[in-house]
């Protein structure tokens, strides 16, 4: 199973399992604050909509204007990043100054900082892969941007956004190639910021003390009970889908950052488990894309990316079970969350993307199911569009009467190497190898049709028996065809002697034998 394939298991898998899942676990809470028990869902199924779109477009982007476009969309982030910090502009959601509303729709500027840094230092770090052992190389402008739109993050104040934000930023270093030293070091920094900031305020000082003693802050670990408590009822196979106790107004933000607990209450540890997989399976298909492909570009973002999902996933996943600190990450994929789960289906379009450029996938592209795969979603290999061009062009040149030349998809010296044979290879100092010997097939390949045939009638007895008509046609005493223009054999296959008339008329045998093409015998002897 090719790359591409993997992808759009995945993608599709995950896309249908949160839909599900949130509509199950904001069913009741959307009742009760809008009278209906869809309208999350709708919202969701809304951007998921939009978001397919997107998915659909990014696989068709070419790489060059994903490195030409990265400039801008960081610029245009950071812009959108000191706009949402302005009254009036950007929304006040849950003590976070985090969304802009226009009219009906709302965004967070965040989420696509997230993507855009990751294109951005993915361009420029690509760019000066050879120079990336000096720190002002490495470091320089990628560090003071990532700086800022992390204190612009954490004006708005939102912990959890700029612990994603470092993870691409990391993430992007690392596989850039930065030295272990540097990476360290910035790490160090990176914890101890985070320390810093945990402290800094009053709620998220209680919130890193309820994750150290949960039942000593009962008021401030009130949230992590109850996932703790859902988690404990769903056992192994759950309770049964749509029959969670905990979204019942016990579990705050069921649908979002605890939709975790909601999966392992209804589904069990089964269904739970199921999901980790998923996950597993996205990071693997990731970094074998990145593997796979040959661009610094691509293999930087590819990997970037996968580790950025898979990251964040594994970390909404371990304060919702308790083995880290809450901080407000979602789930990529399944936790409600218009902009989220919009930046998060372009981050698998890419994916999709680089996939579509392995050798494998086009040749599978190529084959009847891969066609019809394609047809079904859109998908093309590299270089469809060329080829039916190219073929397009000949019809109607043949149309018009006019022979075109056949260029597309066509090696120029193929017709040469047709006519002239097999070129010899150099040799170890550039002259000309001698061709390898002829194998056993080809040297049995240029036997006549006559030997052939010899050598079935040794093989098969009943091809030579006097008076035999398997074969079709007259045969005389000794089993021959009187109309083979073939010289008679003998049964060892070897050709018989000639007729001597002066040897019959005296009674004797033909030179060279008898009659039954024993040499040096007579018949009788």
């Known amino acids: 199973m090719t790359s591409l394939h993997l992808v759009l298991a995945i ?57 030409s476009l990265s400039t801008i969309a960081v610029i245009i982030s950071l812009a ?22 226009i009219g009906g729709f709302q965004f967070q500027p965040s989420e696509i900082a997230k993507l855009a840094l990751l294109l951005w230092m993915a361009n420029v770090l690509a760019a000066r892969r050879h120079t990336l052992g000096s720190p002002k190389a490495l470091l320089i402008p990628v560090l003071p941007v990532f700086a800022l739109m992390a204190a612009l993050i954490m004006l708005q104040p939102d912990l959890g956004t700029t612990v994603a934000l470092t993870i691409v930023f990391m993430a992007v270093l690392f596989f850039a190639g930065a030295p272990w030293w540097m990476f360290a070091s910035l790490g160090v920094t990176g914890l101890a910021a985070f320390f810093y900031l945990a402290i800094s305020a009053d709620y ?27 988690l404990g009822n ?66 930087i973002v590819a990997s970037a990316g996968t580790v950025w999902l898979v990251g964040q996933a594994a970390i909404n996943i371990g304060y919702v079970v308790g083995l880290l600190p809450v901080t407000g990450i979602p789930l990529p994929m399944i936790s409600a969350g218009g902009t989220s789960l919009l930046i998060t289906m372009v981050v698998f379009g890419l994916l999709a993307n680089f996939a579509r450029r392995e050798p494998q996938a086009a040749a599978a592209l190529q084959t009847g199911g891969g066609n019809r795969l394609a047809q079904f979603l859109g998908i ?46 150099p040799g170890r100092r550039g002259r000309a190898a001698l061709p390898p010997p002829p194998s056993h097939r080809w040297a049995s390949g240029r036997r006549s049709a006559a030997d052939l045939d010899r050598r079935a009638d040794q093989r098969d007895p009943r091809r030579t028996g006097p008076g035999d008509r398997l074969r079709g046609g007259p045969r005389d005493s000794s089993g021959a065809d009187p109309r083979d223009p073939r010289p008679p054999a003998d049964r060892r296959g070897r050709p018989a002697p000639a007729f001597d008339p002066r040897a019959a008329s005296r009674g004797g045998a ?12 007579r018949d009788g002897a």
């Open 11 to 67: 993608f599709a898998l995950m896309l249908g399992f949160g839909l599900l899942m949130v509509l199950s676990s904001s069913s009741v809470a959307a009742f009760r604050t809008g009278g209906s028990s869809f309208s999350v869902f709708a919202n969701q199924a809304s951007y998921a909509a939009v978001g397919l779109v997107c998915f659909w477009a990014t696989q068709y982007l070419p790489v060059r204007l994903m490195r």
């Open 80 to 101: 959108l990043l000191v706009a949402v910090l302005v009254p009036g502009v950007g929304a006040l959601v849950n003590g976070s100054r985090s969304w802009i509303r």
């Open 204 to 230: 998220r000082l209680a919130r890193l003390l309820s994750f150290i003693s949960p039942e000593a802050h009962p008021d401030t670990s009130y949230q992590l009970l109850q996932s703790l408590y859902g």
């Open 234 to 299: 769903g056992g192994w196979f759950g309770v049964g889908l749509g029959q969670s106790r905990a979204k019942w107004s016990y579990l705050p933000n069921a649908d979002s950052d605890f939709i975790f607990a909601i999966i392992g209450e209804e589904l069990g540890l089964i269904g739970a488990g199921i999901l980790l997989l998923l996950f597993a399976l996205l990071a693997y298909t990731g970094l074998r894309i990145a593997r796979r492909n040959v661009d610094p570009f691509v293999k």
């Open 380 to 425: 093309k290999p590299p270089g469809h569009d060329r080829g039916h061009a190219g073929r397009r062009s000949r019809d109607t040149a043949a149309i018009a009467g006019t022979a075109a030349p056949a260029t597309a998809g066509v090696d120029p010296g193929a017709k040469a190497r047709r006519a002239t044979g097999p070129q010899p290879t």
């Open 510 to 521: 033909p030179r060279g034998g008898d009659a039954r093409g024993r040499s040096g015998r």
